[in-house]
């Protein structure tokens, strides 16, 4: 069973339009996360967010947004999509217990803008 | 989050110990150190996790110095498959909070 799966695997699209890549996790963890990994291969986080709190990073663009229907969905929504938010999205989970919270990532999201 | 400093790459037999290396020397008391690694095209795995006692589990074993400014990651049998990039990180534990990726290490297993 998958435990963080997004979708869509690839996604191609043109400048200026708007997409939303999905999460879900099963493992019912209560803190999902965005992560963008760009051509040079850096992982950076966008987003944190449980059901008390959403935190940005201050680079990410406001042209991305956070949404969570309910605690096992954190979908990615982009807008007036530009050349260089080309990149691989990367949702993860994790549950505080004690001094663990292990992430669990997705497979990644292969978006391209052309 | 502490800084942490990694070796860019390095290689290592089929079948022999993988010995990678990570500088923290900034750590705080109540930071822990991770290691997560990234096999090509997938997303981060998590590895293991301590604070100052050496950890073990069935993927890997990680030794952390007395003063904890450094600590290794031991990955007793490397297999072709262990061909990673893996990330040492160092947080504060706890409380959702984001882990911050560096440029970690390159790990080529070589038949």
């Known amino acids: 069973d998958t435990a963080v799966s997004q979708t869509p695997k690839y996604l191609v699209t043109q400048m200026g339009n708007d997409k939303s890549i999905k999460c879900e996790q099963n493992?019912?963890?209560?803190?999902m996360y965005w992560y963008k990994q760009d051509s040079k291969k850096f992982l950076k986080i966008m987003f944190s967010?449980?059901?008390?709190?959403?935190?940005i990073n201050e680079t990410v663009p406001n042209r991305f947004s956070p949404k969570s229907p309910d605690k096992a969905h954190l979908n990615l929504h982009i807008n007036s999509l530009e050349l260089g938010d080309s990149a691989v999205y990367f949702c993860?989970?994790?549950?505080?217990?004690?001094?663990?919270?292990?992430?669990?990532f997705g497979p990644g999201t292969r978006l391209t803008v052309l | 989050d502490a800084k942490t400093t990694q070796p860019t790459s390095m290689d290592c037999a089929e079948g022999r110990a993988a010995n990678l290396p990570c500088n923290h020397s900034t750590i705080s008391g109540n930071e822990y150190v991770y290691w997560y690694r990234q096999i090509h095209s997938q997303g981060p795995q998590y590895i293991i996790h301590?604070?100052?006692n050496n950890e073990t589990n069935e993927m890997a074993s990680l030794i952390i110095t007395e003063d904890r400014k450094s600590s290794t990651l031991i990955l007793p049998h490397a297999t072709l498959r262990d061909t990673a990039v893996y990330y040492c990180?160092?947080?504060?534990?706890?409380?959702?909070?984001?882990?911050?990726f560096g440029g970690g290490t390159r790990l080529m297993v070589k038949p």
């Open positions: 993860a989970s994790s549950q505080v217990r004690g001094a663990s919270d292990t992430q669990y």
């Open positions: 493992l019912g963890h209560d803190t």
């Open positions: 967010y449980n059901n008390k709190e959403l935190i």
């Open positions: 990180i160092v947080r504060v534990a706890g409380a959702g909070n984001m882990l911050t």
């Open positions: 301590g604070l100052k």
